[in-house]
């Protein structure tokens, strides 16, 4: 297997189309709402950004040592350190320079910039990977078609961890499948302190150490014959094993623990909290096929029938195609051993992140989000496939230049998937596809549509608009709706008067926002019952199905 | 990767571009209640419904007619979907109130009674919608007295434990209070019953006691159905202990069994024997953290 070169129109391209990304999810901001998450993760950006000033004023004293006290580190960083700090440094330092400093973006917009910075770096990744195993068409027209797969476009925008998880998750895979045919010390270099920061973002990455541990042993023994001299036997096994892997724990470990200042103190107990955390995180009720799923165990098909029908259907067949791409490198005559570890270490890095969430006592706690790491190495390896096809035809009309067949199957694809992004801009979380119906199939079926109170800017005009000074709006709080940090900075960012104040407590509210989910709906007649009516002010609506309603009190 | 592998994944894109870019233009926004029949149905709704009645929309996710519905109108149920046609049958309350299907189109009307067995009574057409009134046509039991609508004339309330020792509950305006703590009532109320909104009765349990609720049969009846179910907050609880339920007639017990920690409607439909006068709902908890335990039912012919 032989890898194209990277040259400079390559560079220009690539850095171009992140660039278009970061603009695309930057001027969107705007349109998304303030899912609960992100009510955490802005204030710990608060904290972080109040840590970085209070650092510089402890070098201005000569105190150099303050800021990496005990007392400093745990006042700054125990709120929400449940969770590794590497995106949430970068939050909190974007918002310092942007916001507090600079005052360029609004306090929404300084922390978003983060993500939107990850979506960026996902383009240039998915650029790279394209165009370094397949061609520049495959190369450019994947990027476009990431980011014109809604639930994708959607958690650019959030100020959270699963976008920049994804970069890190198909990043590792990626410059490792390099790494396998180049063999290059720098690269391996690279994807150890990408791992790291990788680790110090979330969890889902630690399978990842293992899994390339066993697919290299196994790839190692099935094609011990064919090793070189000095890769055999038992000095010649330690030579053979990949230099990343080597790295990681030399390399990773120490950027993670850099990366993360909560567990410079009391290591053990704070580190084992974390781990603890995780492994008996609460699970988050989904409706799936009508079905509640609320306590384990949970059905093998949820993810794969989640990402069934929340891919648009011309990714979803790109999905396909690279299962069959990746399975021929794998188990396709001729293949040397590199195109074949190759081959696995990809459906790996595609699926397992699917696999794991289906495993039936896994939580789910949080929809696609979790399980969509391996998508864009699935999409690029997939359009290669589909463009090869349109080249195979192409060939048929000799007129027809193979660039110009690509082209135009990637312009057409892009124009049908105009109209469902546009629909789902502000409900990226709630986007099906066809396949089921659109948002009224799934609505009929039963799936989950809304999490965690983030279609809310269309109802807040009309609350500024009808509610008395000092009203009392109920924001579902205990029921998966907004958190209260979340409804604070909708207050600071704008979109809420200031003087409106949130509750939990129907009883004691004016109004009210109801999130629709299947699970909650309970809040919903009880709000009906307790308001005295069942006509809402404002309903955010896509296809006529409701996603979000904003209620006011008649008796 | 051979050649007429991706080319079949190039036709099946090309499949997939049409597919989206049609169904996006065209068909992504075809059921549901169109903007002009939204305030036509509200108007009949409004004109019509009486205190008691049941809105059921199908679909359930197109709520934008009740923008439209004037205040007081709130017993809207977005439940039919999990109703068999007993336990919607159970709901007929003798054709006093009426049950009212609001349907986008007449297929939808015909799914509907034939799934749910249901005799349509009026119709009220709202352009392309169709608002219905129907009753359940299949063989309910003839409705005498109703442990929910009639939970006040109960002859007692009280928790015994193991040795007999008795904590009664008095009848306090619209429930019968039980305790000092918020929870500690047998009370009605609408609510969800494994997904199913309708009324019935909150009755959490006690650690280790049992909770009786009994009746007098004054109306001559030969029958009972009971329902009992776990509230959401219940059964998301993980290792959350069941409910017993017991059916005792004249100190024989007709009925037990244990209400699961999931999510269902257990319903039971039972004989009872002929002059049969006092009759104890009972419901026994091992532990009773996070109990939220409803039940509801009716003595019937």
Redo the contacts between chains.
């Keep these: 297997m032989t890898l194209a070169r990277f040259d400079k129109w390559d560079w220009i391209l690539s850095l171009s189309l992140a660039l278009v990304v970061l603009l695309a999810v930057m001027l969107t901001s705007h349109l998304v709402g303030l899912v609960r998450d992100e009510g955490f993760y802005m204030r710990t950006a608060e904290t972080t950004a109040d840590y970085i000033q209070f650092s510089l004023d402890s070098f201005g004293r000569g105190q150099f040592a303050e800021p990496f006290s005990k007392r400093t580190i745990t006042r700054y960083f125990e709120f929400n350190s449940e969770h590794p700090t590497f995106v949430k440094n970068l939050f909190g330092l974007s918002h310092f320079l942007f916001y507090k400093k600079l005052q360029w973006l609004s306090f929404v917009d300084s922390i978003r910039l983060v993500a939107a910075l990850f979506a960026a770096a996902t383009a240039f990744l998915v650029y790279l990977f394209g165009r370094r195993f397949f061609s520049r068409m495959v190369a450019i027209a994947s990027v476009p078609l990431l980011f014109t797969m809604p639930h994708i476009f959607f958690h650019s925008h959030l100020a959270c961890f699963d976008v920049p998880i994804l970069f890190f998750w198909a990043a590792t895979f990626i410059l490792y499948a390099i790494y396998l045919v180049e063999r290059r010390a720098g690269l391996a270099f690279w994807i150890a302190v990408l791992f790291g920061w990788a680790m110090a973002t979330k969890h889902n990455v630690y399978f990842i150490p293992p899994l390339l541990a066993l697919l290299w042993l196994v790839m190692h023994f099935l094609h011990y014959r064919s090793l070189d001299a000095r890769h055999k036997g038992f000095v010649g096994f330690f030579r053979a094993v990949p230099l990343p892997l080597w790295l990681m724990p030399a390399v990773s470990l120490p950027v993670f623990f850099l990366s993360w200042p909560w567990l410079w103190y009391d290591t053990v107990k704070r580190f084992g909290n974390y781990l603890a955390f995780h492994t008996y995180h609460v699970n988050y009720?989904n409706y799936y096929f009508?079905q509640?799923l609320?306590?384990a165990p949970f059905p093998f098909s949820y993810p794969w029938g989640m990402t069934f029908f929340t891919t648009?259907?011309?990714q979803?067949?790109?999905f396909?195609?690279a299962i069959?791409?990746f399975l021929?490198w794998l188990f396709?005559r001729g293949r040397t051993p590199v195109e074949r570890h190759i081959g696995a270490l990809l459906f790996i890095g595609a699926l397992f992140p699917i696999f794991l969430i289906a495993l039936p006592s896994v939580p789910i706690f949080g929809g696609i989000k979790h399980f969509f790491t391996g998508q864009p190495i699935l999409l690029t390896a997939?359009l290669a496939?589909?463009?090869?096809?349109?080249a195979?035809?192409a060939r048929r009309w000799p007129k027809l230049r193979k660039e110009t067949a690509q082209g135009l199957?990637v312009a057409?694809?892009l124009?049908?998937?105009i109209?469902?992004n546009a629909?789902f801009v502000m409900h990226g979380a709630g986007f099906f596809?066809?396949?089921i119906?659109?948002?009224?199939g799934a609505?009929?079926n039963?799936m989950q549509r809304n999490f965690w109170g983030y279609d809310i800017l269309p109802l807040c005009p009309v609350l500024n608009a009808v509610a008395p000074p000092g009203a009392r709006v109920f924001v579902m709080g205990y029921a998966e709706g907004l958190n209260w940090n979340s409804f604070l900075y909708l207050k600071r960012e704008g979109h809420l008067r200031n003087d409106i104040q949130g509750t939990n407590e129907l009883r004691d509210a004016d109004f009210a926002f109801f999130f629709y989910e299947k699970?909650n709906?309970?809040v919903?007649?009880d709000l009906?019952?307790e308001f005295?009516?069942?006509?809402?002010l404002e309903?955010s609506?896509t296809?006529?199905?409701?996603f979000s309603?904003l209620f006011g009190r008649?008796? | 990767?051979?050649?007429r592998?991706?080319?079949?994944?190039?036709?099946?894109?090309?499949?997939?571009?049409?597919?989206?870019?049609i169904?996006?233009?065209f068909?992504?926004?075809?059921?549901?209640?169109t903007a002009q029949d939204e305030p036509l149905i509200a108007e009949v709704l409004n004109r019509e419904f009486r205190q008691g009645d049941i809105i059921f929309p199908a679909?359930d996710?197109?709520?934008?007619f009740?923008?439209?519905?004037?205040?007081?109108?709130?017993?809207?149920s977005?439940?039919l979907?999990a109703f068999t046609k007993e336990e919607l049958s159970d709901l007929n309350n003798n054709g006093v109130n009426v049950l009212w299907f609001v349907v986008d189109s007449e297929e939808r009307w015909n799914d509907l009674r034939d799934r749910l067995a249901l005799r349509e009574q009026g119709r009220f057409p709202a352009g392309r919608s169709l608002v219905i009134k129907a009753q359940p046509a299949g063989d309910a039991v003839a409705k005498l007295f109703d442990f929910t609508d009639d939970l006040a004339q109960a002859k007692e309330v009280y928790f015994a434990d193991a040795n007999g020792n008795r904590d009664n509950c008095s009848w306090d305006r619209d429930r019968w209070k039980c305790g000092n703590q918020e929870w500690q009532y047998v009370g009605p109320q609408?609510?969800?019953m494994a997904?199913r909104?309708q009324k019935a009765n909150w009755a959490h349990p006690r650690t280790e006691r049992t909770l009786h609720v009994v009746f007098e049969n004054t109306v001559g009846a030969t029958a009972l159905v009971i329902g009992t179910s776990f509230?959401?907050r219940a059964?998301?609880e993980?290792n959350g202990k069941p409910v017993r339920v017991a059916v005792t007639v004249d100190g024989k017990e007709l009925l037990k069994y244990d209400n699961e920690n999931i999510?269902k409607l257990y319903r039971h439909r039972i004989a009872l024997p002929e002059g049969a006068q006092m009759i104890d709902l009972s419901f026994w908890v091992k532990f009773d953290g996070a109990r939220h335990f409803v039940f509801n039912g009716y003595l019937g012919k």
């Design positions: 009720t009508g509640e609320s306590v648009p259907a011309p979803l067949v790109c396909f195609a069959a791409l021929y396709g997939g496939v589909v463009l090869e096809g349109a195979q035809l199957v057409a694809a124009f049908a998937l109209v469902p629909k596809n066809a396949l119906g659109g948002a009224q609505a009929e039963y699970q709906e309970s919903l007649y009906y019952r005295g009516t069942a006509r809402p309903l609506e296809d006529s199905v409701y309603a008649v008796k | 990767m051979p050649a592998l991706s080319t079949a994944f190039f036709i099946l894109f090309v499949g997939a571009i049409l597919t989206t870019g169904f996006w233009l068909l992504s926004d075809r059921h549901g209640f679909p996710w197109d709520i934008g009740t923008r439209y519905l004037r205040d007081g109108i709130t017993d809207i977005y439940t979907h609408r609510t969800l997904g909104w509230l959401e059964y998301r993980e999510k």
